[in-house]
T-cell receptor, first 115, second 113 residues
Framework: EADIYQTPRYLVIGTGKKITLECSQT?????MYWYQQDPGMELHLIHY???????EKGDLSSESTVSRIRTEHFPLTLESARPSHTSQYLC??????????????FGPGTRLTVT | GENVEQHPSTLSVQEGDSAVIKCTYS??????FPWYKQELGKRPQLIID?????GEKKDQRIAVTLNKTAKHFSLHITETQPEDSAVYFC????????????FGQGTELSVKP
């Protein structure tokens, strides 16, 4: 079934650790996004990609980095986690074009806690 | 760039009443306006969307209206049910934003039985 997957779903980690949040989609979408969201609060775009080898920073400044080596994979990395990074991270993908639905499909999210 | 304002931030209604959530946007080039519902602990899911060439769209108990001149759009939920309780997000986007969606701040809807 075509879907968007995120792992891990929950992560508790100590300050200073390097972490990578995984995101994969089987929808064949070109565009992928990372959002940061505190529970029930506004969605903040932190990174997006229009395709392989294309990445851009979003509207909210983030210390994280992303890569897009394969169409279906868009991992997010924090080199040194800090308590201020505690949040939920949502990955999304979409197709965009004249005949596309424009809809963004979201993954289930990774809830990160940095102690 | 695009800016989306959403009101109210919280809304409480009795079961069976109607609920209306309003959004305004700033970029006249935006041409796609989706609404997402996010239940507690779950991912946002699209419930209805509208494009700028349409003024109104309806799907059972939910409807969206768009006023391009005033640059605002609204979500209408009729005959609300407890399972409608969630956070609702509006968004605006289009080729001018390169495929990105700009989200509103969210509205927490509570439907009391």
């Amino acid at each position: 079934e075509a879907d968007i997957y995120q792992t891990p779903r929950y992560l508790v980690i100590g300050t200073g650790k390097k972490i990578t949040l995984e995101c994969s989609q089987t929808m064949g979408h070109d565009k992928m996004y990372w959002y940061q969201q505190d529970p029930g609060m506004e969605l903040h775009l932190i990174h997006y990609s229009y395709g392989v080898n294309s990445t851009e920073k979003g509207d909210l400044s983030s210390e994280s980095t992303v890569s897009r080596i394969r169409t279906e994979h868009f991992p997010l990395t924090l080199e040194s986690a800090r308590p201020s990074h505690t949040s939920q991270y949502l990955c999304a993908s979409s197709e965009w074009g004249l005949l596309s639905s424009y809809e963004q499909y979201f993954g289930p999210g990774t809830r990160l806690t940095v102690t | 760039g695009e800016n989306v304002e959403q009101h109210p931030s919280t809304l409480s209604v009795q079961e069976g009443d109607s609920a209306v959530i309003k959004c305004t946007y700033s970029d006249s080039a935006s041409n796609y306006f989706p609404w997402y519902k996010q239940e507690l602990g779950k991912r946002p899911q699209l419930i209805i969307d509208i494009r700028s060439n349409v003024g109104e769209k309806k799907d059972q108990r939910i409807a969206v209206t768009l006023n391009k001149t005033a640059k605002h759009f609204s979500l209408h939920i009729t005959e609300t049910q407890p399972e409608d309780s969630a956070v609702y997000f509006c968004a605006a986007g289009g080729p001018g934003q390169g495929g990105k969606l700009i989200f509103g701040q969210g509205t927490e809807l509570s439907v009391k039985p």
